[in-house]
């Protein structure tokens, strides 16, 4: 970004270069501190004093005003180094008339000759410089105002961006386990299977309604996901009966942890379709939640399908939308500041997952 295309959004309040430039008034009043009770010196540093305080305002305004224009950025400095020269001049005419004033001897300054034009120039580029460097200074902090809006927009495009992922990857999860429960519920019906098939409608209602009803947020407490988490289970309950055996361990104090949303349905859903339902004997799905200093851990074990059950195995079938899903919304949630193994360890298949342990500010206290 450069300055000439910096628009009204992007430059910073008026007062500000202002403010920055007290610094260069300071110096000029340090500078003229020696001199004061000196006569017309006292009086010459005076005025330079004054008149760059009275410039400011208007060399302020004329700066603004061509960058609003988007005049390139060579033309600006012509014109403020013109306009600045102009300005130190009219303050030394001013300081030379004012001292011959003082003096009384505007004859002499009145005599044509080499005597008043020295006498005009002398000291010039002193106050010249010292306006020049208040509009290097409204430069620099016109920039930086320009740069941290821009920084701002990219971050907030950035979030932009990461919210639409988030959220496309959440309501991914929702067609895919309506695909699921219709078509168990078609399996059920087709096999005479009416009465489960109604109970299993009706609790796929109520989850819904669950889901529905909750805050669009892509983070909750462990305490919302397991009570959405259990709407769902009593889905496949209806389904699976007594073959779907569950238990929870809850640590101290993670209830009031933030998971992400919809973290745990996916991973439960992935556990029953590809580990338990397949089995002909019952199976059961342990669920452990606990602390570990700074973060939380989240360990899911099910029993494997048995032999000649299912034609695939069972880790080339976990990798499917459940455990894809939850991997992306943590990337995006976390940057890699939470983890996620799954694999068969001897006779169940585990999934590890830990996050950072964020608690609600009440639990934290």
């Known amino acids: 970004m450069t300055l000439a295309s910096a628009d009204r959004r992007a430059l910073p309040p008026f007062w500000l270069p202002l403010l920055a430039g007290l610094p260069l008034g300071a110096c000029l009043l340090v500078m003229a501190l020696p001199l004061f009770g000196h006569g017309n010196a006292t009086l010459s540093r005076t005025l330079y004093l004054s008149a760059f305080v009275l410039w400011l305002l208007p060399l302020t305004a004329l700066q603004r005003a061509l960058w609003r224009r988007g005049t390139p950025g060579w033309r600006i400095a012509l014109v403020l180094l013109a306009t600045t020269y102009a300005m130190a001049l ?30 005009l120039f002398r000291g010039l580029e002193g106050a010249w410089l010292v ?6 200074i409204h430069a620099v902090v016109t920039y930086y105002a320009a740069l941290r809006q821009e920084q701002a927009d990219h971050l907030e495009a950035r979030s932009l961006a990461r919210d639409a992922e988030l959220r496309a990857l959440r309501y991914q999860l929702q067609p895919h386990f309506m695909f699921n429960t219709l078509n168990a519920v078609s399996t059920l019906v087709a096999e005479g299977h009416g009465t489960e098939a109604r109970q299993m409608l009706a609790r796929l209602s109520d989850f819904l309604r669950t889901v529905l009803d909750a805050r669009p947020r892509h983070e909750v407490t462990l305490a919302e996901e397991i009570a959405m988490t259990e709407a769902y289970l009593e889905v496949e309950k209806a389904r699976l009966g007594r073959r779907l055996q569950l238990q929870w361990q809850l640590g101290e104090g993670v209830l009031a942890a933030y998971v992400p949303y919809l973290l745990l349905q996916p991973l439960v859903e992935n556990a029953i379709r590809h580990g338990i ?10 669920l452990r939640i606990v602390r570990d200093g700074t973060r939380l851990e989240l360990h899911l074990f099910n029993d494997l399908p048995e ?34 193994h799954a694999g068969i360890e001897g006779e169940r298949y585990h999934v590890r997952l830990t996050l950072p342990l964020r608690l609600q500010p009440e639990a934290a206290a």
């Open 307 to 340: 032999t000649g059950d299912v034609p695939r195995s069972p880790a080339a079938a976990r990798e499917a939308v459940g455990l894809a899903n939850v991997r992306g919304r943590l990337a995006h949630l976390y940057a890699g500041d939470a983890t996620l």
């Open 131 to 136: 306006l020049v460097a208040y509009c290097a």
């Open 90 to 119: 009219a303050t030394r005419l001013l300081s030379v008339a004012t001292q011959a004033m003082a003096s009384d001897s505007l004859a002499r300054l009145a005599t044509p000759g080499v005597v008043e034009v020295p006498l």
């Open 277 to 286: 339902a397949p089995r002909r004997a019952p199976g059961r799905l342990d």
